[in-house]
């Protein structure tokens, strides 16, 4: 049962343009999610990460959304450079005290000079 | 920086074969994980650890013990290994439960293995 979904696994940008990735929940409990960034041969790295109090974070280029209603957010990288090029991770905790995260498949977001 | 190391990055190994995978983290961090990775799975977690000596298990524990003697080092132990466990799997480690930055979790650069 996959609670953390990202139902896009590809997307292309071209580079100055604004990337926006996808990620969907099932479980009404997560209360933290947070984005982590995967080059190849190397490990996921953090990126950003917002609280369920809380609508909108942002990071320099990188800002996430958060719809609890809609068990939905998104991740905005603008504008998007090549070195953007890798796979993005969301994740999700369940409650505070809890460490584990659930993470979804992955979205490889290409950017085109 | 903290520092998740990995030692090994690549190995091949025989169905039947015992596997083990070492991590080791700088910074005195409480919490270690084992996930692996798979194509259209993404990351799923194996085991955790949030002392020494004590483990849980993840959403996928069959096929896989672990074990941690030392804060710093946290072992992923494949008994017997089969060719489903062909994956990369990667080392994570976080502060701890209350720390500021919890569940940001510090991953290694990953250890691809292959069972033929």
């Known amino acids: 049962d996959q609670q953390v979904k990202q139902n896009s696994p590809s997307l292309s940008v071209q580079e100055g343009r604004i990337s926006i990735l996808n990620c969907d929940y099932t479980?009404?409990?997560?209360?933290?999610f947070l984005w982590y960034k995967k080059y190849p041969a190397e490990g996921p790295t953090f990126l950003i990460s917002?609280?369920?109090?809380?609508d909108k974070n942002e990071d320099g280029r990188f800002t996430v959304f958060l719809n609890k209603s809609a068990k939905h957010l998104s991740l905005h990288i603008v504008p998007s450079q090549p070195g953007d090029s890798a796979v993005y991770f969301c994740?999700?905790?369940?409650?505070?005290?809890?460490?584990?995260?659930?993470f979804g498949t992955g979205t490889r977001l290409t950017i085109i000079p | 920086d903290v520092k998740v190391t990995q030692s090994s990055r690549y190995l091949v190994k025989r169905t039947g074969e015992k596997v083990f995978l070492e991590c080791v983290q700088d910074?005195?961090?409480?919490?270690m994980f084992w996930y692996r990775q798979d194509p259209g799975l993404g990351l799923r977690l194996i085991y955790f650890?949030?002392?020494?000596?004590?483990?849980e298990k993840g959403d996928i524990p069959e096929g896989y013990s672990v074990s941690r003697e030392k804060k710093e080092r946290f072992s992923l132990i494949l008994e017997s290994a089969s060719t489903n466990q062909t994956s990369m799997y990667l080392c994570?480690?976080?502060?701890?439960?209350?720390?500021?930055?919890?569940?940001?979790?510090?991953f290694g650069a990953g250890s691809r293995l292959t069972v033929l």
């Open positions: 994740a999700a905790r369940v409650d505070f005290g809890n460490e584990k995260l659930t």
């Open positions: 910074m005195d961090h409480e919490n």
């Open positions: 994570a480690s976080s502060l701890g439960q209350g720390a500021p930055g919890a569940n940001v979790l510090t």
């Open positions: 479980n009404s409990m997560f209360d933290y």
């Open positions: 650890s949030y002392d020494v000596k004590m483990k």
């Open positions: 917002i609280s369920s109090i809380k």
